[in-house]
């Protein structure tokens, strides 16, 4: 259904309804509120915190570099610059920061500039005709669908800066523990190396014992027994080695054929993290504001919805000119204007616009319980990491304690065999002994690594001290 009134009296009443509506705010659907989410008052694993709300435009710091390890920032520096993953959420926040723009260009008018030009000819005559025109349309955001429409969009664009810094994160968190685990790699190497030389040694000593007469065959063979199974430890961390580095290669842009790392001494340094830490770093969760900021979306989407039920109003405005040529075009006294309004409002659609209401409330309700989920997951995330690194610290402590055990252990068999008070199966127990302590130690030093990082991936990014 479309009404048309005249022009100056149109105008005058469309201008009054937008004016009055405008002013009154007469933007259909909910108002937006931050949906609730199931909220512990105390960590379960470490004191009290406080309510999440998002912040992720806070500032997380470049927290590896309290490791001191100047391989490592370089190598970070390097993933904001050229990793994949990172340069395609940024597009994706481009791309939504554009629709913004364009959802709010609707918001003015659309002016457009039109000309032709034509000539006749008849057996009697011939004429020319030039013709130039300019016209406006406008649609009055009435019922705030528009306005709603770019708040969306807004919301979307915030939700996708969000995902930019949990991209950020999460290859900053992988490229952390890579380059741990290939250092701790590079440990292991070492100790396998230190070992090897060690059971060179010992088999030196156990054929020169039986080229004596002292020692029995089998003893030689259990000696190169253990120096082979070590070698061949040794070798299959050359692999892992590789694999680690074709994936810190990858992380920051690069071919891994392109990339080396050479190997370096390793220090399993943790960054130690205060039992008071602010509980405000959970605000910081980029992966919470993006879920929140998806739920104003889907909001706003309810309100576009519902304004189906309303009448669409429209302003166009016209002004035209001809003559037979151009030059006459500004000067000859014919011209054509026009004001007009217009409201088409849909009668019947067989509930098509209930559906399409109903579909976005379901659709709210859905990222809603995301949000929920989102939040949840990321306090078991907290929680998990917390426990992680207060049990393998303890660990730590009697992994030593074993590790020094076991070294003692091994010395002495070896100065009681020589001396004829033990077997030589003794001497082989306690080496395999003392090299699985020494490896487990190594791994556990690296796991304390790993965990920290897991959990400032946890708390939403890196802290500065005082804040």
Not at 362 to 370: G, L, P, S
Not at 386 to 405: D, F, G, M
Not at 444 to 459: P, Y
Request: aromatic share 6%; proline share 4%; hydrophobic share 45%.
């Amino acid at each position: 259904m479309r009404l048309s009134l005249p022009p100056f009296k149109s105008m005058t009443i469309a201008v009054a309804i937008a004016l009055a509506c405008m002013a009154s705010g007469c933007a259909i659907g909910p108002q937006y509120q931050t949906p609730s989410a199931p909220i512990s008052q105390t960590y379960k694993e470490s004191g009290a915190w406080i309510s999440a709300t998002p912040s992720d435009a806070q500032e997380r710091g470049a927290w590896w570099t309290v490791l001191n390890d100047s391989q490592l920032n370089q190598l970070m520096s390097a993933v904001d610059v050229s990793n994949q993953n990172i340069a395609a959420a940024y597009a994706a926040y481009k791309q939504a920061r554009a629709l913004v723009d364009q959802q709010r260009s609707a918001l003015f008018p659309v002016v457009s500039l039109t000309g032709s030009g034509g000539r006749s000819a008849s057996t009697s005559n011939t004429a020319n005709n030039v013709q130039l025109s300019i016209g406006s349309t406008w649609e009055p955001d009435v019922w705030g669908r528009l306005g709603r429409s770019v708040d969306g969009a807004s919301a979307s664009a915030q939700a996708s800066a969000a995902d930019l810094a949990a991209a950020r994160l999460s290859v900053q968190g992988e490229l952390a523990v890579n380059y741990f685990s290939l250092r701790q790699t590079d440990a292991q190497r070492k100790l396998l190396a230190d070992t090897i030389t060690g059971y060179q040694r010992v088999l030196q000593i156990t054929q020169n014992r039986y080229a004596a007469g002292i020692a029995v065959k089998t003893d030689v063979l259990q000696a190169q027994t253990q120096l082979a199974n070590a070698q061949a430890d040794a070798v299959g961390l050359e692999r892992s080695r590789a694999q680690l580095e074709h994936a810190i290669a990858v992380l920051i842009g690069k071919a891994p054929g392109d990339f080396t790392l050479a190997p370096a001494n390793w220090q399993p340094t943790v960054l130690t993290i205060p039992p008071g830490m602010p509980s405000t770093l959970l605000q910081r969760r980029p992966d919470i504001a993006a879920a929140e900021r998806r739920v104003a979306a889907a909001n706003e989407q309810i309100g576009i919805a519902q304004s189906a039920f309303f009448p669409n109003l429209g302003l166009n405005a016209s002004y035209g000119t001809s003559a037979s040529n151009v030059a006459d075009l500004f000067s000859v006294p014919t011209s054509v204007w026009s004001l007009g309004l217009s409201a088409a409002q849909t009668v019947f659609n067989a509930g098509a616009t209930n559906a399409k209401v109903a579909s976005a409330q379901a659709a709210y309700d859905e990222v809603v319980a995301r949000y929920r989920q989102t939040v949840l997951a990321a306090f078991q995330q907290v929680e998990d990491q917390l426990a992680a690194t207060r049990v393998l610290a303890q660990q730590e402590e009697l992994r030593q304690q074993a590790s020094k055990a076991a070294n003692e252990a091994q010395k002495q068999m070896q100065n009681r065999y020589q001396a004829g008070q033990v077997s030589y199966t003794e001497v082989v127990t306690a080496q395999a002994t003392a090299l699985s302590a020494q490896r487990a130690l190594v791994q556990l030093q690296a796991d304390r690594q790993v965990a920290t990082v897991s959990l400032i991936q946890a708390l939403g990014g890196g802290w500065r001290v005082g804040r």
